[in-house]
Nanobody, 121 residues
Framework: QVQLVESGGGLVQPGGSLRLSCAAS????????MGWYRQAPGKQRELVAT???????NYADSVKGRFTISRDNAKKMVDLQMNNLKPEDTAVYYC???????????????WGQGTQVTVSS
């Protein structure tokens, strides 16, 4: 009843840019922290960036200064602007959000299906 749908992945050359978007839909009462995670082949899923409902952000050291997370609370969307991309940024990127559904008393985490980002010349 709650879905997160990502878009914007693709193939880009080193030094290039991509913008990922994630839209939440369904019977949503409140969205708390939203974020982006990534998983490269053979590696564990790792945090990329998070943003609270009030706009406080947190970034992995590996992306600081290159990636920017933002959100539109009215549209229930979170974006990730990725600049100066490097081959080591290649991964499947997942959107994540803590959501309280209508008619429930607690929040739970939801994940999108993932979008592939490949950085290669």
């Amino acid at each position: 009843q709650v879905q997160l749908v990502e878009s914007g992945g693709g193939l880009v050359q080193p030094g290039g840019s991509l913008r990922l978007s994630c839209a939440a839909s369904g019977r949503i009462l409140h969205i708390n922290t939203m974020g982006w995670y990534r998983q490269a082949p053979g590696k564990q899923r790792e945090l990329v960036a998070t943003i609270t409902s009030s706009g406080s952000t947190n970034y992995a050291d590996s992306v600081k200064g290159r990636f920017t997370i933002s959100r539109d609370n009215a549209k229930k969307m979170v974006d990730l602007q990725m600049n100066n991309l490097k081959p080591e940024d290649t991964a499947v990127y997942y959107c994540n959000a803590w959501i309280q559904q209508l008619g429930t008393m607690s929040m739970r985490v939801y994940w999108g299906q993932g979008t592939q980002v490949t950085v290669s010349s």
